[in-house]
């Protein structure tokens, strides 16, 4: 089994605290930029920040979806999901970049071996960087429009 990664960033015009606040809302802000590939979604625990516990099923493609159940760390301005149904672990961070923010999200998973493995690993990234940055890209429209 081999390590999957897949990443995305982008550049907002808002500070990293109303970023990092937007971010770490999943009970009114993140079901209002998920993009339609998250089916389902609800909050089990919190709401906001560490602590938080939400789960949805991630409809990566017609075939393949992943039931998650999401427990939430933040650690200064890094937002940990940890996935207690699997190996996923998705991180996004907010870091300051000139009168802005970059923030980062970055998902990996221990996929498959074999020839599963090997299309799993050059396919699954392209597929699930393209969710993440329409989440970004949704993220950046919710903040920058206040």
């Known amino acids: 089994m081999a390590q999957v990664t897949a990443s995305q960033s982008i550049e907002v015009n808002a500070a990293p605290d109303q970023v990092l606040a937007a971010l770490s809302d999943y009970q009114t802000v993140r079901p209002a930029i998920l993009p339609p590939q998250y089916l389902d979604y609800s909050v089990v625990e919190g709401g906001a920040g560490a602590g938080t516990v939400a789960k949805w099923t991630l409809q990566a493609t017609s075939k393949r979806s ?3 159940q999401a427990s939430v760390d933040q650690v200064g301005s890094t937002i940990t999901e940890t996935d207690a149904n699997s190996s996923m672990i998705t991180t996004y961070q907010v870091q300051p970049l000139g009168t802005g923010s970059k923030v980062t999200t970055v998902t ?3 996929g498959a071996g074999g020839i599963g493995g ?3 690993k050059t396919f699954a990234p392209k597929g699930l960087g393209r969710i993440q940055a ?4 949704n993220l950046k429209s ?3 429009r206040g």
């Open 142 to 144: 919710h903040v920058e």
């Open 118 to 120: 090997f299309f799993e």
């Open 108 to 110: 990996t998973w221990q």
């Open 66 to 68: 992943r039931n998650v």
């Open 134 to 137: 329409e989440l970004l890209g």
